[in-house]
């Protein structure tokens, strides 16, 4: 067993361009999202990169060489510009892999959704918190934004688009995300995202999760990657848990007993079991991809400022002033946050450091400083009992850890 069947390492040098460029659009929406990390607004801010820039934008994006980063446009809701259409075409006309990432209103229509597949768009991604209506809707302000997200979802599928399903993990569906993997793997997808909660914006009005419960629910995730292809969003310790579980998985090891999962774990994993989904589907798991904030991602915001993560609102300067690429590659903050070395706290004395290095976003969320320890994960750094295994699956890296 290597290490890339574990967890994916990306193609390209992370330090020489990115795995993905989200670029938020517009921060116009008429949902009133209650973890919403743009604080969206009904009218579009004319501070927003007009057609020109952000076709500029694009370009500095494609200028990262063959192959060129993925470029989501998200919000707010990208359909409120109406040159969204143009700009896919665009994308598509200079070699740019396009996605969108829209709100779930009435704009999502299936005239819309083909409009969007017949310009080129490779891809969508939606939002999907709660299994029922009652739960979505409560979460996202509006009613009959659920019916309208598996409208979309359904429409996507039967034109042929990947969908991306993402699910906000939060104290409202903790308890439903079986039912919302069932959902999942009732329509198909391409992915799931369980995105864990950075307090910013609006989300930090929320209830945090405890480290040990994040633990058991990265554990659920994990289980459920062979009924639907999973990952995680802000919670890059999933990388952690998929070699640990590798390795207990080799070793006869008991994942609840070693890693010390608790009742939480237990109530999804046997709601799961209710549902058919310990039985699995696939033959084997998506492997996790390691990228993180400023290390294969960047996030442009609707004026054009640039930072490693849409939920780390450090700037390193501006798509209008400075080529993405060269932010990219030579910023102090962007170098700073891929040097593993920089990490403090339990991060920085963490064997699996270099292949998770919790969320940025995060820390800088919680402490002010981007570099501190993962406040989500109650992981102590060599308490893992099978450190020679660990040290044989992860060969290339400083000692043989991670």
């Known amino acids: 067993m290597s290490a890339a069947r574990v967890v994916r390492r990306q193609h390209q040098d992370a330090a020489d ?27 579009r801010d004319p501070r927003e990169l007009d057609t020109a820039a952000a076709q500029d934008l694009m370009r500095q994006v494609a200028a990262f060489g063959h192959p060129a980063p993925l470029f989501v446009i998200t919000g707010g809701d990208p359909f409120q510009r109406p040159d969204l259409l143009d700009l896919i075409r665009y994308g598509r006309e200079i070699g740019l892999p396009v996605a969108v990432s829209p709100s779930g209103t009435p704009t999502l229509t299936p005239d819309r959704l083909r409009a969007v597949h017949e310009a080129g768009a490779k891809g969508l991604s939606l939002s999907l918190d709660g299994s029922t209506a009652a739960l979505h ?7 009959g934004v659920y019916g309208w997200t598996l409208d979309a979802w359904d429409t996507a599928r039967a034109l042929g688009m990947k969908v991306q399903i993402n699910t906000t993990v939060t104290r409202h569906n903790l308890h439903d995300l079986p039912d919302i993997v069932r959902l999942v793997r009732e329509h198909g997808a391409m992915l799931w995202s369980a995105f864990f909660l950075v307090p910013t914006g609006r989300g ?11 633990e058991d629910v990265l554990n659920f995730v994990y289980d459920v990657g062979l009924s639907v292809p999973a990952k995680t969003t802000e919670a890059h310790h999933f990388r952690r848990v998929a070699l640990q579980r590798r390795i207990l998985a080799d070793t006869g090891g008991d994942p609840v007993a070693v890693l010390g999962l608790g009742p939480l774990y237990l109530r999804l994993r046997e ?3 209710e549902l058919g989904l310990d039985a699995g589907e696939r033959r084997t798991r ?12 960047v996030f442009v915001s609707h004026t054009g400022t640039v930072h490693p993560s849409g939920f780390l609102p450090l700037g390193a300067g501006s798509v209008r002033e400075t ?19 920089r990490l403090g706290g339990r991060c920085g004395g963490c064997e699996f450091r270099r292949v998770c290095g919790g969320s940025r976003s995060r820390a800088y969320g919680v402490t002010g400083d981007p570099y501190a320890e993962e406040p989500w994960c ?19 890296t400083p000692g043989g850890t991670a």
């Open 17 to 43: 361009r990115p795995f993905i460029v989200i670029w938020e659009s517009t921060r116009a929406c008429p949902l009133a999202c209650l973890h919403c990390r743009a604080e969206a607004v009904p009218d």
């Open 204 to 214: 930090r009005a929320l209830g945090a999760l405890t480290a040990a419960e994040t």
């Open 378 to 396: 109650g992981y102590r750094p060599g308490s893992f009992p099978y450190q020679r295994e660990l040290a044989e699956l992860l060969p290339d």
């Open 286 to 297: 998506r492997p996790p991809l390691d990228v993180n904030a400023g290390r294969g991602f």
């Open 323 to 341: 080529p993405l690429t060269g932010i990219y590659r030579n910023s102090d903050l962007f170098t700073g946050l891929r040097d593993a070395d």
């Open 137 to 143: 809707d409560g979460f996202r302000g509006v009613d």
């Open 271 to 273: 709601r799961a079991a």
